[in-house]
């Protein structure tokens, strides 16, 4: 069984960092492809940044050159490390898992953590 556990987040000021972290069990996590997605209240959960198998990497345009994603495997987890956050990234964080690359397609995930609060002040 596959298990998706996020961690890192919190309050910070607006520009100010946070590294977000994701613990995959349950498979080795370098034949996963995963993801980073957010929902803030009201909104749709989107897509944030994600990592192929192969370490290719794609980001939304709102978080390129801010944020980076990436493997810590020492760790065996998968990172966000966000700078110079803005109010709107305020938001809930969610590692995605899937077999297969899906890109920022939400329903072709099959593994979700239970999401990180992450919440950014003027």
């Known amino acids: 069984q596959l298990q998706v556990v996020e961690s890192g987040g919190g309050s910070v000021q607006a520009g100010g960092s946070l590294r977000l972290s994701c613990a995959v069990f349950?498979?080795?996590?370098?034949?996963?492809?995963m993801a980073w997605f957010r929902q803030a209240p009201g909104k749709e959960r989107e897509g944030v940044a994600n990592?192929?198998?192969?370490?290719?990497?794609t980001y939304a345009d709102s978080v390129k050159g801010r944020f980076t994603i990436s493997r810590d495997y020492p760790e065996t987890s998968l990172i966000l490390q966000m700078n110079r956050l803005k109010p709107e990234d305020t938001a809930m964080y969610y590692c995605?898992?899937?077999?297969?690359?899906?890109?920022?397609?939400?329903?072709?995930?099959?593994?979700w953590g239970q999401g990180t609060q992450v919440t950014v002040s003027s």
């Open positions: 995605a898992a899937a077999w297969r690359q899906c890109d920022f397609l939400r329903d072709c995930y099959t593994n």
């Open positions: 990592i192929h198998s192969d370490g290719s990497i």
């Open positions: 349950g498979v080795t996590p370098s034949n996963l492809y």
